[in-house]
């Protein structure tokens, strides 16, 4: 059976388990020389008016500018550098995130999901939820989840260690 990886997603809330996340998807796409798009999706804002029977969510114009924000922040999280030697998608969105990551993977024809875990168990976890948990049962496709902590096989720069 011959693995072939030719598009990788990387969802990422910009904390610091996804920034460990980071370095596999990043290398990842160089061992595979596949493409690497990076996702964020911004959670719809609902605001309650005063009578608390009726709400509306943010103004267009306001998602346009979270949505530009989000582009920047992830252009400056891959690096122009990296982005220019690598074929590197952004991708911001508004939605909930594990309908929104699991519709793009299936609209991307996506090979590959990589995205990290925060850690957290017992309360924090049920209180929390964890979108990478969702994602392993519901995604087509397989999923990588990288632990904050344990076994690491990636250094700081996105490249595998030898070993």
Known sequence: MKV???RI???TDFSPPAQQALQYAMSLAERFQAELHVMHVIAPLPVT????TTSWTIPDSTQDILLEQTRRRLSELIGQKWAEQHRTILVADVGFAVDE??????QEDIDLIVVGTHGHSGFS?????SVAEKLVRISDCPVLTIHPTG???VDEVGTATKG
């Open 4 to 6: 072939e990886v030719k």
């Open 125 to 129: 976890r049920l209180l929390l939820g």
């Open 49 to 52: 008016l005063p009578d608390a």
């Open 101 to 106: 990551i699991v519709r793009y993977a299936k």
């Open 9 to 11: 997603l990387f969802p």
């Open 151 to 153: 076994h690491q096989f």
